[in-house]
């Protein structure tokens, strides 16, 4: 999608401090954090959110929450972290790219 920020982000159009870059996924610092580590997990395919995903979706689910504690225990968080999924206006999402808030404190 052109205007969103997300996909912006990972076609590298927005600058955006990267954790991790693959083929498929890019994972970069929150610019509000809620903790001392916060950063987004988001697949570089749009998917508007968790709610629009389909079983084609299931291996890119499974490919970022399998990101999630590799990248946590790298970014100083091995004893414990908490992810968010927030999925829709009514749950929280601000930006329509699904994304998998990974935060904790150090």
Request: glycine share 10%; charged share 20%.
């Amino acid at each position: 999608m052109s205007d969103c920020i997300f996909c912006k982000i990972a076609a590298g159009q927005i600058p955006a401090r990267k954790v991790y870059e693959d083929d498929a996924v890019v994972a970069f610092h929150d610019i509000n954090p809620a903790a001392d580590v916060h950063f987004l997990l988001i697949p570089k395919q749009h998917v508007d959110s968790l709610a629009h995903c389909t079983a084609e979706d299931e291996a890119m689910l499974g490919r970022l929450l399998l990101l999630a504690p590799k990248l946590a225990a790298e970014q100083g968080l091995a004893a414990g972290f908490k992810t968010g999924i927030n999925t829709g206006r009514g749950g929280g999402q601000e930006v329509f790219h699904l994304h998998v808030h990974v935060y904790g404190n150090r």
